[in-house]
């Protein structure tokens, strides 16, 4: 539901200076992978070009010569980006291959890959930036700004880098590159709010399809309040969507304290709360189900923190892959579950801190993934 005038607006004193806001290029596209030669076309080649003779030459059937290795050049195969974090978010490392498992609709399967992978980063950092809390000078505006700047300030010269704001439809303010001069004139443009509408759904699983065949470290960071009001998709296929695309989500939700304030002084309403629930309940949905984290600052101190987390978790995870026992391409939702469990025992690990104490810890990992189905 909006906020009224003497919702939660009225009670922060924000007002709103200027209507005006970014013009929208519907046609703009974010980081499709490039086709090799000029104008995106394959490159011819060359007529004097020599073909590779063919050691067996063109067979008179379909017997394969003994001793020749074959392939399945179809089989499914799930790579699954794991971190393990302790209680206080960092990343646990060294732990043996032997001590993970991989459940696959409960069935355990065989790990065919294990690395320790550390890479530059490919971030899309998706921005609300409506006029509904984005006031020009509004304390909310104010936090977005620390948020979105201070995230691209940890970023190392070796990461790409989008921005991309949302208020009615989102609008690409600058595409992935490592020049940070583009990202700066970008974030610059972060001033005046256009529309009051925030179509988050929307948003996000049109960054997540275009950001799918990206390869390497990949995410989405997410700035928002997590209130959706005019997108097209509902919730439930904004979820399917962001699982089938594979682009990890890291939410960092918007205006805690504030709330905080106007819920006690009875400037919120009961179904303006009840929104904010919601709202969050949907960003942590989005987060865990896609193998991110969900954040909910209630200063802005605890900022570097969070980036720190997020940081720290693209950079060091665990890749896992496997090639799942059930190779049906029937284009169903199959469940993941990745455990640390002793192979002898099959008990759950015991991870000790420096002085042999038991610590919790979680793991991050996606979800789940949609079978590919048969091509026709």
């Known amino acids: 539901m909006m906020l009224g005038v003497l919702g939660l607006t009225v009670f922060l004193g924000e007002h ?12 703009t596209t974010v980081a499709r992978p490039r086709k090799p030669g000029a104008n995106g076309s394959a490159p011819a080649p060359e007529p004097d070009q020599a073909t590779i003779p063919s050691k067996f030459g063109k067979p008179k059937d379909s017997t394969i010569p003994e001793g020749v290795p074959t392939f399945r050049s179809d089989a499914i195969t799930v790579t699954v980006d794991t971190a393990v974090l302790d209680n206080k978010g960092h990343f646990i490392p060294n732990i043996p291959k032997q001590n993970f498992r991989i459940l696959e609709d409960s069935v355990p399967q065989q790990m065919a ?30 936090q977005t700004l620390t948020a979105a700047y201070g995230f691209v300030q940890t970023l190392k010269p070796e990461d790409y880098v989008a921005v991309i704001a949302y ?14 001069q583009q990202t700066a004139e970008a974030m610059s443009r972060l001033r005046i709010a256009g529309f009051s509408e925030s179509s988050l759904f929307d948003a996000l699983t049109e960054t997540a399809q275009r950001m799918q065949d990206i390869e390497g470290r990949k995410a989405i960071v997410l700035i928002a309040s997590g209130i959706d009001t005019l997108s097209k998709l509902t919730f439930d296929k904004a979820r399917r969507a962001l699982q089938d695309a594979g682009v990890p989500v890291y939410t960092i939700g918007l205006m805690q304290s504030l709330r905080e304030m106007a819920d006690a002084s009875g400037a919120m309403g009961t179904m303006e709360r009840l929104d904010f629930i919601q709202a969050d309940n949907e960003m942590r949905t989005f987060a865990t189900e896609t193998g991110g984290m969900s954040y909910f600052p209630r200063f802005d101190a605890e900022f570097p923190g969070i980036f720190q987390s997020i940081e720290q978790t693209l950079r060091s995870d665990y890749v896992l892959t496997y ?9 169903k939702v199959r469940r993941i579950k990745v455990q640390l469990i002793n192979p002898e025992t099959n008990e759950p690990v015991r991870i000790n801190d420096d002085k042999g104490k038991a610590i919790k810890y979680k793991i991050v990992a996606k979800t789940g993934y949609t079978a590919p189905r048969e091509v026709e």
């Not at 709103?16 to 046609?27: E, F, L, V």
């Open 16 to 27: 709103m200076r200027a209507q005006q806001g970014p013009n929208s290029d519907s046609s």
């Open 113 to 142: 890959g294990f690395s320790l992978g550390e890479a530059p980063m490919t971030v899309c950092m998706l921005v609300e930036f409506s006029n509904r809390f984005q006031s020009f000078y509004s304390r909310a505006w104010f």
């Open 167 to 180: 208020d009615l439809r989102p609008e690409i303010l600058s595409d992935f590159t490592t020049d940070r």
């Open 323 to 331: 090639n799942p026992s059930n190779q049906a391409r029937d284009g």
